[in-house]
């Protein structure tokens, strides 16, 4: 907890071998704050340096797995105030990416529910993803008028390819569970009912294999997509922040909460 009555964005559970982060904001989607972000960094490092750890777990309280950035947040500041926002927003969120992409760790993220914007960046930097049979997965970011983050634009054509990435991040498609596993983004769907359960069998299976082998073939299978990762996490947040401004896009981020622009 980080106080007597205010619970911390992001709940932490640990067992033998096995770290869980669960994002903890149920009643807004779980939708990824600066606080969030800060305190997932410091679980995922604080896990990094136990050598008795080899596998952590990203999944979401509630009915979302991460419902994106705080949109609401962001339309909280005026127009011109929102750059420097969502320039912070990102690069904090950057940092969780790229320490995900750099783990010795086996990261699985339990998509539990909606994933989306830089939601669907957390499954994508991840190492193996169970999906629920009601999750959904979508970049989301053009519907408010924003480009994406959180590495979503430099993975999703190394994965899919330019026309499906493209297909998701402009055209608004939004793929279940069941096809993210089709399209090559998701390595199991399974039942809402049997998710918990299935979850810690995937879990206890990386643990009962060779774990003195994950760090360094994680090293060697990450290796091309890290060489320019940082400069375009770089340039993911100087897009973001710069769109943020952009007449449009605060029209569509006020509607998106339900406030009047002007």
């Known amino acids: 907890m980080t106080s007597s009555d205010t619970p911390s964005a992001v709940r932490i559970e640990r067992r033998p071998g096995v770290v869980r982060l669960i994002m903890n904001r149920p009643a807004d989607g779980n939708a990824f704050t ?4 800060r305190e997932a960094l410091a679980a995922l490092r604080d896990a990094e340096s136990d050598p008795d750890i080899h596998v952590l777990t990203l999944t979401g309280e509630g009915r979302f797995f991460c419902a994106g950035g705080d949109v609401t947040s962001m339309a909280s500041f005026e127009a011109g105030d929102r750059p420097a926002f969502l320039s912070e927003l990102a690069d904090a969120a950057h940092d969780v990416a790229l320490a995900m992409m750099r783990s010795r760790l086996l990261i699985i993220a339990g998509v539990n529910g909606t994933a989306a914007g830089a939601g669907f960046g957390l499954v994508l930097n991840s190492d193996w993803v169970l999906a629920s049979d009601q999750s959904s997965m979508l970049a989301a970011y053009s519907k408010i008028g924003l480009s994406p ?82 400069e375009h996490l770089r340039n993911e947040s100087a897009s973001i922040a710069e769109l943020s401004g952009h007449p449009d896009t605060v029209q569509r981020v006020d509607r998106f909460v339900g406030k009047k622009s002007g």
């Open 34 to 37: 600066l606080e969030m972000a």
């Open 149 to 230: 983050d959180t590495g979503v634009a430099y993975l999703l054509p190394r994965a899919l390819g330019h026309q499906r990435a493209t297909d998701l991040a402009l055209n608004g498609r939004v793929l279940s569970g069941a096809e993210a596993v089709d399209w090559g983004l998701a390595n199991e769907v399974t039942a809402a009912a049997s998710f918990a359960a299935r979850l810690t069998e995937v879990e206890d299976r990386f643990l009962s294999g060779a774990v003195q082998t994950y760090g360094p073939t994680k090293k060697l299978l990450r290796a091309t997509a890290l060489a320019g990762y940082v």
